[in-house]
């Protein structure tokens, strides 16, 4: 059973850089491409971007320009870095699992950490 | 970008009762269309994928239904853990957008 673990620091200055990593267990960055996900307080939920093992990126448009992931096939484990973050960054964030299924290969987000919770505030 | 409403965003129901949710997006996504349960505390779990291909490991209780701008979840009997908030997202553009959410409480 694939299970994943954010950790990284629970608060972060504005105009600083949230840095998070992924550990998964229970099976290989092979397997599946690796999304990052994150829920605002007021329960909104937004795609952050996936990673490829081969390191292979695809970010959402909106925090493209701020937004980087890497994966370190060594430890099984990815990461995100979100610079300059303001306080609209402030949010759960979750890693998953991308999988697909069904005839058309429909994409859905299979696996989840439990998340964490990331405020940005000085 | 793709506009994902769901209603209502929120409902009070009984155990037993059968209950539809609905989520209707902006642009045609054929059947590009995943159904989440989030408990609180909780992260997100997928019941539905492709608009009506239920999860492995998920109660047959849920179901789901549409194409193209107008989905339904449809729960037939509810049960005292069902009791969440139900989110839809969309995997047919870049941004894979979800919608707002309804929260299902105990009446």
């Known amino acids: 059973q694939v299970q994943l673990q954010e950790s990284g620091p629970g608060l972060v200055k504005p105009s600083e850089t949230l840095s998070l990593t992924c550990s998964v267990s229970?099976?290989?960055?092979?397997?599946?491409?690796w999304s990052w996900i994150r829920q605002s307080p007021g329960m909104r939920l937004e795609w952050i971007g996936y990673i490829f093992n081969s390191g292979t990126t695809n970010y959402n448009p909106s925090l493209k320009s701020r937004l980087s992931m890497s994966v370190d096939s060594s430890k099984n484990q990815f990461s995100m870095k979100l610079t300059s973050v303001t306080a609209a960054d402030t949010a759960v964030y979750f890693c998953?699992?991308?999988?697909?299924?069904?005839?058309?290969?429909?994409?859905?987000?299979?696996?989840w950490g439990q998340g964490t919770l990331v405020t940005v505030s000085s | 970008d793709i506009q994902m409403t769901q209603s209502p965003s929120s409902l009070s129901a009984s155990v037993g009762d059968r209950v539809t949710i609905t989520c209707r997006t902006s642009?045609?996504?054929?059947?590009?269309l995943n159904w989440y349960q989030q408990r609180p505390g909780k992260a997100p779990k997928v019941l539905i994928y492709?608009?009506?291909s239920l999860q492995s490991g998920v109660p047959s209780r849920f179901s789901g239904s549409g194409s193209g701008t107008d989905f339904t979840l449809t729960i037939s009997s509810l049960q005292p853990e069902d009791f969440a908030t139900y989110f839809c997202q969309e995997s047919y553009s870049t941004l894979r957008t979800f919608g707002q959410g309804t929260r299902v409480d105990i009446k």
């Open positions: 492709g608009a009506s």
């Open positions: 229970g099976g290989s960055l092979r397997t599946y491409y």
């Open positions: 998953a699992s991308n999988a697909k299924g069904g005839t058309n290969s429909f994409e859905y987000f299979h696996h």
């Open positions: 642009h045609n996504i054929n059947s590009y």
